[in-house]
DNA sequence: GTCTATAGTACGATAGAC
DNA sequence: GTCTATCGTACTATAGAC
């Protein structure tokens, strides 16, 4: 139950957590309405009571998810101002959600959203990425990491966590997320760091 | 026109480029077969005669895209021996790929295989991505590269790679894919490689 | 092997009682 | 605000002529 947002009733939260598990299980194409009916408990009147269709469900979810996302990152910047510690504290919350929220991961990183969500914007674009990268954007400014094209300096820090993340919901991992935290944390840093470190 | 097999004949070809097309803009399930027959010029019964059904055109598009890469990267492993000249190359492949046949990339890298073909391994699976893992292996057993989780080495060296064609696929990028190779091939294997260099 | 016409079905969305 | 019953539609897949 990642969605508990006081703002919506709670038939409201019931159906998009039905709607996160489900679109994640079977895609959003392949999830009927009698589908969200028989896995939320919560009839086809009141879901279209609740929500004016099928695709403000999508919206609505993609909205409260993308919301909370921001909430925590925020918390995490208030919380540490270096770049690294930024960088570093990031990344172990996305791992430790992908870990206890995979669906949540899966939702975000792999739907095609664009195919029914058509006027998103590129999940790229959305504010928890652009807060990935103004992390970057940061450590450069301050003299922490080189200078070079932050786009690259983006996909070369978070490439390699996102992709591990990617590999792990795929089933290709051995080991809980936790446990590559550091490694990996550290040798995409490096080699976008300005320190001369040999090791 | 990506797909040219000779294998299958042209009205097989012609259907399976529609549907890279059509599956990568509007997405599987958005797709009907009226579209494809309007996009393809070829008439239902004649999709239907030449495939059992909507799925069995995403399944042979899919076979005929992974061994076709499959094949081409074979071509690059011949070229080239040593596993730094195999993993410049076969980004350069990748960046190529993204840049000539964008719906490729798109529909390999981000379609969610999984909801429309059930039966299907996990993209990470497939013969395309454990070749280019096998690439970081034989840096790692000749000494290239640092000892380390050969997962988080592979999700190093390309997930920079990968993230970068994603920012390019979304249109995040300002310059074409080829200028960033050879500064984010560099920044990546570096950041694994055994050799100590400062810079 | 290619076409048009259509059967059959399952879905999204609504109506209306409680 | 929640429910059941149902309408209308658009799709997949087939039938059958050429």
Redesign the interface.
Known sequence: MFIQNNELSQTKQAILNSALNLFVE?????TSIPDLVKHSGVSTGSIYHSFKDKEAIANTLMESLLSQIECEQNQILANHTSSWARFYHLCEWMFQTAETYPDVMQFIL???H???LPDLL????AKPFTTLRAVIQQGMEQGDLKE??I??A???A???????I??GL????DAPFNS?LD??TK??W???SNT?Q??
């Open positions: 079977k895609g959003y194409f392949n792999n739907a095609r664009k195919e029914f590129p999940i790229c674009s070079m094209d786009m690259v983006a996909a070369v978070y490439g390699g966590v996102l992709r591990l990617q590999l795929d089933g290709l991992l590559y490694s990996i040798t995409c490096s080699s976008i001369n040999t090791q």
